[in-house]
């Protein structure tokens, strides 16, 4: 069984790559990190307040008892409910989904998904270690958060460059995104260059931090200089700017 928290869409990814793309979104509680530097502020089912990233409600345990276990013909059942009549992009979203690689649920729904001729993304901070035994593994297109030092995590556990590695070399498209303020810009740049020059060439988009369409706008001239001046890509977060950090959209 595999715990989700939600499974929404349609809608549109927001971020990325395929930024604007129709999708359906399932979201995996449990996350090997917290991230209290990103500086979300929420408050727990029991009232303890706490700092973390947007998405705390599929991160904290706290939140546990309002996560699902589903099996892998659960899940299916539940997006063929809400799929319109054309196939949408599946994302696969946390939390962190690679807790879950060596779940067999979890394979069975990627290769579902995969075989089906649906494009699947996997959202991850791929710092976790995972090896890559089947050809539909390599069809899934990896959209690799990796967290900087804002995040204060620390860097053996946020970096894994044999990850990068292996993902970057098997699957095709993948890509890394970095999410930056206008007060960390110079350490992230020399953060990011240093993760680049230890991996393949890959494909680099950053995006404005925040939480709410004020935060962003607040931030995004600031990683939109910083990516022409470095060769990166610009990507907005097109759900937090439309919807702030609303849920189920």
């Not at 899940?75 to 992009?89: A, F, G, R, T």
């Not at 962190?96 to 394979?107: A, D, I, M, R």
């Not at 993902?167 to 993948?174: P, W």
Request: proline content about 3%; some cysteine; overall charge negative.
């Amino acid at each position: 069984m595999l715990e989700i928290n939600e499974i929404f869409g349609p809608t549109i990814q927001g971020e990325g790559k395929l930024i604007g793309t129709p999708s359906i979104f399932i979201r995996v509680g449990k996350c090997n990190m917290k991230c209290v530097g990103f500086n979300v502020e929420y408050e727990t089912p029991s009232g303890i307040k706490k700092c973390s990233c947007d998405s705390y409600y599929a991160v904290d345990t706290a939140f546990k008892e309002q996560w699902h276990k589903m099996s892998c013909d659960d899940i299916i059942k539940k997006v063929e409910e809400l799929k319109p009549n054309y196939n949408v992009d599946i994302v696969i979203t946390g939390g962190e989904p690679l807790l879950y690689w060596q779940n067999e649920e979890f394979q069975s729904l990627l290769k579902y998904y995969v075989e089906n001729n649906y494009k699947v993304t996997i959202e991850t901070n791929a710092s976790l270690n995972i090896n890559f035994t089947q050809e539909y593994q390599e069809k899934i297109l990896f959209s690799m958060s990796v967290k900087l030092s804002n995040s204060l995590e620390p860097l053996k556990k946020r970096v894994n460059i044999d990850t990068l590695t292996s993902i970057i070399n098997k699957s095709k498209d993948s890509y890394l995104k970095f999410v930056i303020d206008k007060d960390f810009k110079n350490q992230a740049i020399k953060e990011i260059k240093d993760i680049l020059s230890k991996i393949p060439k890959v494909e680099v988009y950053l995006m404005p931090m925040g939480d709410t369409a004020q935060e962003i706008n607040a931030n995004c001239e600031t990683v939109i200089d910083m990516s022409i001046e470095n060769g990166f890509k610009y990507c907005d977060r097109l759900h937090i700017r439309v919807w702030d950090n609303k849920r189920g959209v």
